[in-house]
């Protein structure tokens, strides 16, 4: 999930940004959480190293978007900085912030697309994510937001902690997950599960109690090696 903050002291920019930034993203099929602030404080106080991306006003409220920009770049490096403004005199003043875009609001219409079609692919590469069929459509599951993987006859039931896709079915084998997913820290505690680590809260008594409520069986055979790679994996959490 892609977190994106909007930061203009305008609530009707922020609004018209916002929805172009659900439009896009409901098309491409990006799972996203919009943060939106009307002042720089609020921003400034939030958690600064969650954000993928920001857009931010230059002229925000009675603060400098410069001043803000380096509040945000002090605590996170890697996020992507849209600079927008209704001033294209400001635009170089986003290089000493490594601003990745200058928008104009008189342009957004035309640029705010071909802008996220450039920057969307820089953030894409940093998180691991299952690409699963979906309502005749293929969208990308972050691995982070995986609970579980169920298999159920020749099919497989993702489990997710994302509220618009909590459950996905599809036909594939359990097998063929976890080559892809056991490096990502994810382990098959039972013929028919495999599970996120991350999201285990603990194991006990052939029970893996995962971060949703749910209580699932691990193998008797496998038992004590299923242990012992969750507890190697929770000291790397640490």
């Known amino acids: 999930m892609y977190q994106i903050a ?117 953030i894409g590469s940093k998180e691991i994510s299952v690409r699963v069929p979906y309502e005749h459509v293929n969208v990308d599951i972050p691995c982070k937001s995986i609970i579980y993987m169920e298999s159920y006859k020749r099919q497989i039931q993702i489990h997710t902690s994302l509220p618009r896709y909590p459950s996905i079915l599809y036909y594939a084998k359990l097998s063929d997950m976890i080559e892809t997913l056991a490096p990502h820290g994810f382990l098959r505690i039972h013929k028919s599960y495999l599970i996120n680590l991350s999201r285990c809260r603990r194991i006990q008594n052939r029970l893996a109690y995962m971060d949703n409520s749910t209580e699932l069986p691990c193998s008797r055979q496998n038992y004590t090696d299923i242990v012992q790679k969750f507890l190697q994996w929770k000291e790397r959490e640490i």
Do not use: W
């Open 6 to 122: 909007i930061c203009d002291d305008e609530k009707i920019f922020t609004d018209k940004l916002a929805h172009m930034i659900k439009q896009y993203s409901n098309a491409h099929h990006h799972v996203i959480d919009l943060h939106l602030f009307q002042q720089a404080a609020d921003f400034i106080q939030s958690s600064l190293e969650s954000y993928d991306i920001v857009f931010l006003d230059v002229r925000f409220g009675e603060i400098s978007g410069i001043e803000v920009a380096k509040a945000l770049r002090a605590k996170n490096e890697n996020a992507i900085l849209i600079f927008v403004s209704a001033f294209i005199e400001y635009a170089i003043m986003g290089y000493s912030v490594h601003a990745s875009a200058y928008l104009l609001k008189s342009d957004l219409d035309g640029t705010f697309e071909s802008c996220m079609d450039e920057i969307f692919p820089q």
